[in-house]
């Protein structure tokens, strides 16, 4: 969780100190909506099985991310 945070965190100073004289503009990004699914579901799931991960859930993860890539190689060839 801190590594996430502490990276977001970093990339967003940066970008925002690049533009500096101008207000840096934040756009809703289909990064952020597998972020926020990966790590509430993450936290859901964990205290429902009491604090033990289950089996079916590291696939899901997976299955998530393989959903992301594929999705992300997509907005990058076709975005304009």
């Known amino acids: 969780m801190f590594n996430t945070r502490f990276g977001l965190g970093t990339a967003l100073v940066v970008q925002a100190a690049n533009v500096y004289p101008d207000a840096y503009a934040l756009y809703f990004h289909v990064r952020f909506i597998f972020l926020l ?5 993450s ?5 429902w099985h009491r604090f033990c991960v289950p089996r079916f859930w590291g696939f899901y993860l997976v299955g998530l991310y ?7 190689l ?7």
């Not at 699914?37 to 579901?41: D, K, M, Q, R």
């Not at 936290?43 to 205290?47: M, R």
């Open 37 to 41: 699914v990966s790590l509430i579901g």
């Open 74 to 80: 997509i907005i990058a060839m076709f975005w304009v």
């Open 43 to 47: 936290i859901l799931v964990v205290t």
């Open 66 to 72: 393989v959903i992301f890539m594929i999705l992300s």
